[in-house]
């Protein structure tokens, strides 16, 4: 199994900027990627942001040049460096872990980001 804990989120201003972290543990054989889902009230779960092991990145539309995805393999964590939030932005953001042997995806708890002034 692998055990995927979000922390970072909280309460920012329209502007603001905040740092999501996704420490990883547990069996992390065959993980070829880990990406950044999240869900607004009412609303799907989205795709924000997705690296794989070989450092390839892939966007939302809406992120772009907002958010960078990336990843410290030494410590098992993959961040969101979110810039320049909006209202819309407001969501629980998920993390997580693609593997290539079943199961085949992980998933954390969720961390709540509200922008607000």
């Known amino acids: 199994q692998v055990q995927l804990v979000e922390s970072g989120g909280g309460l920012v201003q329209p502007g603001g900027s905040l740092r999501l972290s996704c420490a990883a543990s547990?069996?992390?054989?065959?993980?070829?990627?880990m990406g950044w889902y999240r869900q607004a009230p009412g609303k799907q779960r989205d795709l924000v942001a997705r690296?794989?092991?070989?450092?390839?990145?892939n966007y939302a539309d809406y992120v772009k040049g907002r958010f960078t995805i990336s990843r410290d393999n030494t410590k098992n964590t993959v961040y969101l460096q979110m810039n320049s939030l909006k209202p819309e932005d407001t969501a629980v953001y998920y993390c997580?872990?693609?593997?290539?042997?079943?199961?085949?995806?992980?998933w954390g708890q969720g961390t709540q980001v509200t922008v607000s002034s």
């Open positions: 690296i794989t092991n070989g450092g390839s990145t």
């Open positions: 997580k872990a693609a593997r290539a042997v079943a199961p085949n995806e992980f």
């Open positions: 547990g069996n992390l054989f065959a993980i070829y990627a």
